[in-house]
């Protein structure tokens, strides 16, 4: 058996899917899978495997002694971070915005309890709007429908930002914002985008409607199962002191992270995991749900699960993916969360897709978290480590990368380059300024 297939076994372990290994690693081997897990960013969650494991499964005790130590230091990271998220939400809480936070320790919402605390922390993405003001108090939210608004929630946030931190490199959907010590915050106000012009029209009329009714979220504490209680009406979620969006919006916005991380990063199976927990509350939700109306009297046989199309969060939410272009994307992470982390066919999003599962899992392994450690993507550095300008070999470099993904995913293959014309226009002229 080879590590890969160990290390995937090992990930099973820690998430529930599996009692133990099929065979017991050497300790060169387990030497093997502790350095993927630094890879790609889980050694904490591999450890939470290892403590799982029987007696004669484990790994030498040095290797144990030194894992646990590091899962510690992820505890006490991850702790830290949460604090951050609490203080980062405060501030534009105090300063007429609400806000939300993507991703990353959003994510613990939907973690079962022996992972909580060691998933990797990162940086901070927080999404911002503007709330509106009445006689100079700020107590209304915003609606961005609204088309007599003065002034786009988009130049509000980033206006505001560069007022605190002059500077700063302002992109399409984001910022930075470095008001922390010791984590790096980004500020979004758009939580993501796609190249394709149209489908981003409608990804983007799809983020305002949540914002638009954003006066409805649900207090929780930071348990999974007091979530899965929640009403699926809810937009957001207050989880650990500050606010994080719902599982609905997040099946869709995080699946469009990854697909839009395999045109410009790369990904690692932190990630994947993060969705694997999202997916998982997903299902929960739904057959909550289903208990609810059964007992209600309702049995709606059109809601049962059918491989062939994506699981029934809503009418729109399917509508959105489908529209989206995500569906072919979506099959391949499905194969790559059955390969690496069991996931039952019962609850994924779709039928999985093999042969562009097994390009996306070459991709992961081989780039590890981000795509770091891939040789490949050393076109995407710079000298100096700035984003201001990497001149036009980078930007032929990054179309040759993604040309690999044309026969798969040839929309944003094909935009891609148009996209970056107009997005340096975007900057250059501070378009936002009339958004």
């Keep these: 058996m080879s590590v890969s297939t160990s290390f995937f076994e090992l990930l099973q372990v820690a998430v529930g899917n599996r009692e133990e290994l099929s065979c017991v690693p050497t300790p060169e081997e387990w030497e093997e899978i502790y350095e993927m897990s630094k890879k790609q960013s889980v050694a904490g969650i591999a450890f939470a495997g290892v403590e799982r494991l029987p007696q004669e499964q484990m790994p030498p005790g040095k290797r144990i002694r030194q894992w646990a130590v590091k899962a510690e230091k992820t505890r006490e990271h991850n702790a830290r971070v949460s604090e951050d998220c609490r203080v980062i939400s405060r501030f534009f809480e105090e300063n007429g915005f609400d806000c939300v936070i993507l991703k990353g320790q959003g994510n613990f919402a939907y973690y079962p309890e022996w992972l909580q605390g060691l998933r990797s922390a990162g940086d901070i993405d927080v999404w911002c709007w503007p709330k509106s003001k009445i006689d100079g108090n700020v107590n209304v939210n915003v609606n961005p429908l609204n088309s007599k608004i003065l002034e786009h929630p988009v130049r509000r ?34 939580p993501t985008w796609l190249y394709n012009p149209f489908r981003n029209r409608v990804l983007q009329k799809w983020f305002r409607q949540f914002t638009a009714h954003n006066s409805q979220f649900t207090v929780h504490n930071s348990s999974s199962e007091a979530l899965r209680r929640a009403e699926l009406g809810a937009q957001f979620t207050v989880y650990d002191g500050y606010k994080i969006p719902s599982v609905e919006f997040n099946v869709v916005f995080q699946l469009l992270h990854l697909y839009k991380h395999i045109f410009e990063e790369g990904i690692g199976l932190r990630q994947l995991l993060d969705y694997y927990f999202v997916i998982n509350e997903t299902q929960a939700e739904i057959a909550t749900k289903r208990s609810s109306d059964y007992e209600n009297g309702s049995n709606n046989k059109d809601n049962n699960n059918n491989q062939d199309n994506i699981i029934p969060l809503t009418p729109s939410t399917i509508e959105l993916i489908e529209r989206l272009g995500l569906r072919s994307f979506a099959g391949a992470v499905m194969y790559v969360m059955r390969e690496v982390f069991a996931m039952p066919e019962e609850i994924m999003l779709c039928k999985p897709d093999g042969k562009r599962g097994r390009k996306l899992l070459n991709e992961i392994m081989q780039g590890g978290n ?61 378009l936002w300024r009339w958004e």
């Design 157 to 190: 946030v980033i206006e505001f930002c560069l007022s605190k931190k002059r500077g700063e490199y302002v992109y399409y959907h984001n910022l930075d914002f470095p008001v922390l010590k010791k984590t790096p915050v980004e500020v979004h106000y758009r």
């Design 370 to 430: 981000f795509g770091k450690f891939d040789e490949r993507y050393k076109w995407a550095e710079t000298s100096n480590g700035s984003m201001d300008y990497r001149g036009a070999s980078y930007a032929f470099a990054r179309l040759r990368h993604n040309f690999q993904f044309l026969s798969d995913y040839p929309s944003e293959v094909l935009w891609e380059p148009v996209f970056r014309v107009y997005h340096w226009f975007w900057r250059k002229c501070r």
